[in-house]
């Protein structure tokens, strides 16, 4: 299949530490109480605040492309000697960039900015660097709407059918 057209892009940097946010919801059947982690619900109440200007009047409706650069603060065991500002720390088995794009892209559904995070058909790219000096923490994020609608009847189901 050939690459759609980009219709528009959106380039923006969301000024908060990147954060893995594994732990979901969880459910105590005897008490019967719903509970979600705190920091999860904190973290993405602050992205939400920073993409607020950012969001479109109507939620982006096309097949989305998206692209993360995490920046992370460097570890003060794995402190750089080299001359660099911002370098990737190849083999440090530090925080998770496929559980940081679910907690950013999970938080961007929510706050509005498109549909379903199932209209996600190609991940451009995800990179991990370590700031030092002047640059501070961020997600750097693209988006890029191919304007191909997305049919939400159109999804799998996994509800199965009676037989007769």
Avoid at 114 to 124: G, H, K, P
């Amino acid at each position: 299949m050939n690459n759609p057209p980009i219709i528009k892009q959106y380039d923006f940097i969301i000024p908060i530490a990147p954060a893995s946010m594994q732990k979901g919801a969880r459910v105590n059947m005897k008490q019967r109480r719903f509970y979600t982690d705190p920091k999860k619900v904190a973290f993405f109440a602050s992205i939400k605040e920073e993409i607020s200007h950012i969001i479109p009047p109507e939620p982006l409706r096309g097949m989305l492309s998206i692209g993360f650069k995490f920046y992370f603060e460097r570890p003060a065991s794995r402190q750089s000697t080299d001359e660099s500002e911002a370098t990737p720390l190849w083999g440090y088995k530090g925080t998770d960039v496929d559980n940081c794009c679910k907690s950013v892209t999970d938080s961007m559904t929510k706050s509005g900015f498109w549909v379903n995070d199932s209209q996600i058909w190609r991940i451009l790219g995800a990179e991990k660097y370590y700031c030092e000096g002047m640059l501070f923490p961020r997600i750097e994020v693209i988006v890029q709407d191919h304007g191909m609608i997305y049919n939400e009847k159109s999804k799998p189901t996994t509800k199965r059918r009676k037989s007769k």
